[in-house]
């Protein structure tokens, strides 16, 4: 058998490898879904969605000013604005429905400077009360406030922050 030969086999043992411990850890962190297409939402509606739930006692969204709430949480995420990746249908709706399925890392930064530990996401669960009408037109409006940037250009890099 040639070096090549072998150098091939052994990467397709290796991605075979590399694919099943991605697969295994899917499986272990709740039920991946698959061919999941969200009907058109309003985003009008989803920003209404929005304030009538009280995520804004949580939550700030750049360039837009919500109602004052009573409620005063001992930090305040930021959503949407300016990012490289804009987060997909799939993902807000799973911050909405399932939020301990992935504690988002900037919390975990802003928990890590405050010395606290993460255990669990402060989110409510939305599932008893909210409609799946309102939760299409919520991830609808989410979406509609991210804009993506272009990563700058360094040196034959592209610098992510
Ligand atoms: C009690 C405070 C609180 C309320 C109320 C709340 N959130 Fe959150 N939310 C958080 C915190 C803290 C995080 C970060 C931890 C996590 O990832 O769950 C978060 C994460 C998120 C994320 C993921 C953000 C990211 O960058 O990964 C989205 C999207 C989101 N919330 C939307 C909502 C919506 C929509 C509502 C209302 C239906 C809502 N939240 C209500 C505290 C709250």
Known sequence: MSIGKSSTIGF???????????????????KPVKGFVLPQGDIAQGEQVFVDFNCHGCHT??????????????FIMEIGGEVYRVKNYGELLTAVV????????????????????????PMPYYGE??????????????????????PEYYRGYYLTK
């Open 12 to 30: 397709a043992v290796m991605f075979a490898i590399v694919t099943l411990l991605a697969l295994a850890a899917c499986t272990e962190e709740g």
């Open 61 to 74: 969204i750049p360039e837009i000013e919500f109602p004052e709430t009573e409620f005063e949480p001992p």
């Open 98 to 121: 399932n939020p301990d399925h992935i504690i988002s890392p900037k919390y975990k930064a802003m928990l890590k400077q405050a010395e606290r530990e993460v255990i669990i996401s």
């Open 129 to 150: 009360q909210m409609t799946v009408a309102e939760l299409i037109d919520l991830v609808e409006f989410l979406h509609a406030q991210y804009t993506k940037l272009q």
